[in-house]
């Protein structure tokens, strides 16, 4: 007998359906983007990569210097792909007719000058006198270009210059500056959840206050204080120590509040149990709530990594912009260059930077799924 599905049921599967849709597609269609030419880039979208991309062009045909004579008239030949893969299907001569040709006619220019263009892009200009000026003829066609899958976009990301530093700058960023805030955000959750002290509540509404404080609003107060501490002890204005107490700074409220919550959730009756038993806080809290705490904890690590791998601007404030300093997202804006039109840089440069963050989710994702207190409360 098939068991009818109720109405709550089919929405949820469709939301999950359509959220997986969102993801998907737009992921896939960056990976797509990041394996095609790039001239392909830019003249259609990803879905139509399978297809051949019909574009128009100006081809500018060599000056008269390259003319030769055939059987009594002056020739200039030449292909308008320049060897490339192409295939022309109409061509002109003038801008206000760009394809008034078929590809294989012969058009009729100005005084006796001929021009024919090939399927394949070869022309040949011909003249009954010999060409004069400084600039070859312009030649109009439309060209359909087969679908053209490459890694050159990758090849040009991974070997540019200063890369491999820039990668190592952003690990030795992200690691400390998510393993730091967890530990300090795991004590502090733990006292506001199981010790009683005065001024605790009050404390967790600082916390939680402190969750919509914008980055940008305090980013310059935060950078002229710790200059005025670094300089009264001797530290560098620009170094890792700084980006490490920001990046700790601005992730600890959210740690602090999602640890908290869920520390605050564990059964009070393993902590009355563990006190019976003369653990102390610190006891209780290495041995106890701190491996029942994993799947938190690494929820956490994932979304303070993924913060902390593609920050930028933080890193240019408190690590600088130079090339020994500069991490890896500074380094792939600077390849896009001033006006961010390498579409071609931008996309494999997206996947080189997840690359990492995979790696992380794959590697935490199994504390995820864990039950909260499998196996942690046993009859006697």
């Given at each position: 007998m098939t068991r009818k599905l109720s109405p709550l049921t089919i929405v949820v599967n469709l939301t999950v359906l359509v959220l997986v849709a969102l993801w998907t597609l737009p992921t896939a269609g960056l990976l797509i983007s990041s394996l095609r030419d790039k001239d392909q880039i830019v003249a259609s979208g990803w879905w139509t990569a399978l297809s051949s991309s019909t574009r128009n062009e100006i081809y500018r045909a060599p000056g008269p210097e390259a003319q030769v004579q055939e059987n009594?008239?002056?020739?200039?030949?030449?292909?308008?792909?320049?060897?490339?893969?192409?295939?022309?299907?109409?061509?002109?001569?003038?801008?206000?007719?760009?394809?008034?040709?078929?590809?294989?006619?012969?058009?009729?220019?100005?005084?006796?000058?001929?021009?024919?263009?090939?399927?394949?892009?070869?022309?040949?200009?011909?003249?009954?006198?010999?060409?004069?000026?400084?600039?070859?003829?312009?030649?109009?066609?439309?060209?359909?270009?087969?679908?053209?899958?490459?890694?050159?976009?990758?090849?040009?990301?991974?070997?540019?210059?200063?890369?491999?530093?820039?990668?190592?700058?952003?690990?030795?960023?992200?690691?400390?500056?998510?393993?730091?805030?967890?530990?300090?955000?795991?004590?502090?959750?733990?006292?506001?959840?199981?010790?009683?002290?005065?001024?605790?509540?009050?404390?967790?509404?600082?916390?939680?206050?402190?969750?919509?404080?914008?980055?940008q609003m305090s980013l310059i107060p935060l950078l002229k204080m710790y200059n005025d501490v670094g300089a009264f002890f001797g530290v560098p204005a620009k170094g890792y120590v700084g980006i490490w107490l920001a990046h700790m700074g601005f992730g600890l409220p959210l740690a602090?509040?999602?640890?908290?919550?869920?520390?605050?959730?564990?059964?009070?009756?393993?902590?009355?149990?563990?006190?019976?038993?003369?653990?102390?806080?610190?006891?209780?809290?290495?041995?106890?709530?701190?491996?029942?705490?994993?799947?938190?904890?690494?929820?956490?690590?994932?979304?303070?990594?993924?913060?902390?791998?593609?920050?930028?601007?933080?890193?240019?404030?408190?690590?600088?912009?130079?090339?020994?300093?500069?991490v890896l997202t500074g380094r792939l804006v600077n390849l896009l260059g001033s006006r961010g039109g390498n579409w071609e840089i931008l996309t494999a440069s997206a996947f080189i930077t997840i690359i990492v963050p995979l790696l992380v989710f794959f590697g935490l994702q199994r504390y995820l799924v864990r039950g909260l207190l499998a196996g942690s409360v046993k009859g006697g």
């Open positions: 009594g008239v002056y020739v200039i030949k030449g292909n308008v792909f320049e060897g490339g893969p192409g295939a022309v299907s109409a061509f002109g001569a003038t801008s206000q007719q760009p394809s008034a040709f078929e590809a294989g006619a012969t058009a009729d220019i100005r005084d006796g000058q001929k021009l024919t263009v090939q399927e394949n892009g070869d022309f040949r200009l011909e003249s009954p006198t010999a060409f004069e000026g400084s600039r070859g003829q312009r030649i109009f066609f439309t060209a359909e270009t087969p679908p053209r899958f490459t890694l050159e976009n990758y090849q040009t990301v991974l070997t540019a210059e200063g890369i491999g530093q820039s990668f190592i700058n952003s690990l030795t960023v992200a690691i400390p500056s998510t393993i730091i805030p967890i530990l300090v955000a795991a004590f502090a959750a733990y006292a506001l959840a199981w010790m009683k002290f005065p001024g605790r509540s009050i404390l967790i509404a600082v916390i939680v206050g402190l969750l919509v404080v914008p980055l602090i509040y999602l640890l908290r919550n869920y520390i605050a959730g564990l059964p009070r009756e393993i902590m009355e149990s563990a006190r019976v038993d003369g653990a102390s806080d610190f006891e209780i809290f290495i041995k106890i709530v701190l491996p029942l705490s994993y799947p938190a904890l690494a929820s956490f690590a994932i979304f303070q990594f993924l913060w902390t791998w593609n920050d930028l601007l933080v890193a240019m404030v408190f690590l600088g912009t130079g090339n020994d300093e500069l």
